[in-house]
């Protein structure tokens, strides 16, 4: 079973997952401006809502805003998707090793004859999958029907890695329409704090994890 960006440019993949690092980064550095209540937060707020107006702009299939409640500011990933059975099958069925979705015991038969009729899509899409380690990992989506998009639930490190089920999922649909021509990139000069160094902070902390994908 070939993953979901297997025919996608390396090129573009690439440059797809600096732009997904720097958001995350800057995300991260937001909250953390937030909770200590720093002065420079006013300033470093104003851009970010800039980026992710751009980046909406540049992935449209890949759509992002943030949650402030009082205690910090989440970075949300949404996924414009039909449905949660065309994520799917579009995508997350591609995924090597899945074990269980939606409760449901799944193999490589019944996802090559697309036989998911016992299987429940209609608010929520909970996927199992063994990883590199022969360990039991987990992704989640649900149907936010105010916005008729599909949220991606996630862990940051795993966001960092371009072999995890999240990672290649976004990647997929962001890639599926963008304009090269919008520049994320930018937005990394415009903070008051060090853009990279979030992403060091998780990979020190050995939360990183490696799948066995085929490309």
């Known amino acids: 079973m070939k993953s979901p960006t297997y025919n996608i440019a390396d090129e573009d993949l690439q440059s797809f997952h600096k732009d997904?690092?720097?958001?995350?980064?800057?995300?991260?550095?937001?909250?953390?401006?937030?909770?200590?209540?720093?002065?420079?937060?006013?300033h470093d707020f104003i851009h970010f809502k800039k980026l992710?107006?751009?980046?909406?702009?540049?992935?449209?299939?890949?759509?992002?805003?943030?949650?402030?409640?009082?205690?910090?500011?989440?970075?949300r990933i949404f996924i414009n998707s039909k449905s949660l059975f065309e994520l799917f099958s579009e995508s997350a069925s591609r995924i090597p090793n899945l074990t269980v979705v939606n409760g449901v015991p799944i193999n490589h038969a019944k996802i090559e004859a697309k036989d998911f009729s016992d299987i429940n899509f209609s608010t929520k899409l909970s996927i199992n999958y063994i990883d590199q380690e022969n360990k039991n990992n987990s992704l989640t989506f649900k149907?936010?029907?105010?916005?008729?998009?599909?949220?991606?639930?996630?862990?940051?490190?795993?966001?960092?890695?371009?072999?995890?089920?999240?990672?290649?999922?976004?990647?997929?649909?962001?890639?599926?329409?963008?304009?090269?021509?919008?520049?994320?990139?930018?937005?990394?000069k415009f903070m008051?704090?060090?853009?990279?160094?979030?992403?060091?902070?998780?990979?020190?902390?050995g939360w990183q994890r490696k799948y066995n994908f085929i490309k």
């Open 52 to 75: 992710l107006g751009d980046w909406n702009k540049k992935y449209p299939n890949l759509l992002v805003s943030h949650k402030e409640d009082g205690m910090q500011i989440k970075l």
């Open 192 to 205: 008051c704090f060090d853009t990279d160094k979030f992403e060091s902070e998780f990979q020190g902390l």
């Open 143 to 188: 149907l936010v029907k105010d916005f008729n998009l599909i949220e991606l639930y996630y862990n940051y490190p795993d966001m960092f890695q371009k072999t995890t089920p999240e990672f290649e999922i976004c990647a997929y649909y962001a890639l599926k329409q963008f304009d090269p021509k919008i520049n994320i990139k930018q937005y990394g």
């Open 20 to 42: 997904l690092i720097l958001l995350i980064n800057i995300s991260k550095g937001i909250d953390k401006e937030y909770n200590e209540a720093r002065r420079e937060f006013i």
